[in-house]
């Protein structure tokens, strides 16, 4: 373990990272949040019995001296396209691992090229620490495993609940709606979404359904996981989905509820199919249950901060699966992975 002052938690005052130290606290860890407002970060460190800071990313030498204290960073305020670069450059001057939860393409991207400067600096970068790059890293590893040959990975997802105004701030800031893929090992742009009947099973969020392709951050993490060639993700929209047509700007989205009540945290389930496929026309599939997309964002985002924290970790741009397995997503409760049908989740 780490000599440094525990792991600080940055941007504690939001829905996910408000429940994230929430999550640390069940789990029986003692990260110190902080936040760029006083009040709202004294509150939330009250509340839970811990110790708090304050500073804004704008600052970058009092970012650099609050992040030098700590083993390791988890970062939870977005969208990461405006903020991981003063955090990732706080983590590397401090020598402090550098972890979030973001799903942005252009964050993963922005992230891989401090590599050589990671590992220079004996510290690990994890982004995508929840919802669905932990679900989906294992997923792709889980199944390259069973199929060395494979050369493409499909990934679909079914959840329903509300979305967090930072997934929805996120989804603002991403300029190109095209669905990002990667094909051929580069990542590209499809030049329309398309749609494929996925079956997701039984229960909630299952049935079949209509998925489309969405950019989601496997194309960036599960390629450098498995190196699987060509990859997709696959959305169903949830209801909830069609309320985001009138979302234009950031006070619409501050006139929504901040996130998933308690309810659909602890009720809703997320289902995903994933496939893989050889040049010879063979295919594997799986499918996995999780609790609510947030849900397991939170548990995830903890549990990953405490082990790293701890001493498991390795330097430079690393994925979840890549660190700790394909069967890390089974640690977590709720959570259960089946052999599925081939065809589930039919080929372009």
Not at 30 to 35: L, N
Not at 93 to 99: E, F, I, N, V
Request: glycine letters at 10%; aromatic letters at 8%; charged letters at 20%.
């Amino acid at each position: 373990m780490s000599t440094r002052k525990q792991w600080l938690l940055y941007g504690a005052t939001g829905y996910s990272g408000s429940h994230i130290a929430e999550k640390a606290v069940a789990k029986g860890f003692r990260p110190v949040i902080a936040g760029r407002r006083e009040a709202e970060t004294r509150a939330v460190a009250e509340r839970l019995g811990l110790e708090w800071r304050v500073v804004d990313l704008g600052d970058q030498a009092a970012l650099n001296a609050l992040v030098r204290e700590f083993s390791t960073v988890m970062h939870a305020a977005g969208p990461f396209i405006n903020t991981y670069e003063p955090m990732i450059k706080a983590c590397l001057a401090g020598g402090t691992h550098y972890l979030d939860i973001t799903g942005e393409i252009p964050v993963f991207e922005g992230l891989a090229a401090f590599d050589t400067e990671a590992r220079k600096a004996g510290i690990m970068m994890m982004p995508g620490c929840g919802f669905d790059m932990v679900p989906g890293d294992c997923l792709a590893l889980y199944l390259k495993r069973q199929m060395p040959d494979t050369t493409r990975f499909d990934i679909a997802v079914s959840f329903e609940g509300t979305l967090t105004h930072g997934t929805i701030l996120s989804t603002l800031a991403n300029t190109n709606p095209l669905p990002h893929v990667r094909r051929n090992h580069k990542l590209t742009h499809l030049p329309q979404p398309i749609g494929r009947e996925v079956d997701f099973g039984p229960g909630r969020c299952g049935g079949l359904a209509t998925a489309y392709s969405a950019t989601f951050g496997d194309a960036s993490t599960a390629w450098r996981t498995t190196g699987i060639p060509d990859i997709t993700a696959w959305l169903r929209p949830a209801p909830e989905f069609a309320a985001l047509a009138n979302i234009k700007s950031a006070a619409d989205v501050a006139s929504l509820p901040a996130g998933p009540s308690k309810e659909e945290l602890d009720t809703i389930p997320t289902i995903f199919v994933a496939q893989v496929g050889n040049d010879a026309g063979e295919s594997r599939a799986v499918r996995l249950v999780t609790p609510q997309i947030y849900a397991i964002t939170f548990d995830a985002a903890a549990t990953i901060a405490q082990f790293v924290h701890e001493g498991t970790f390795r330097a430079g741009f690393q994925t979840p699966a890549g660190v700790f397995g394909e069967d890390f997503i089974l640690e977590f409760d709720g959570c259960r992975r089946e052999d599925w049908q081939p065809g589930a989740l039919p080929a372009e």
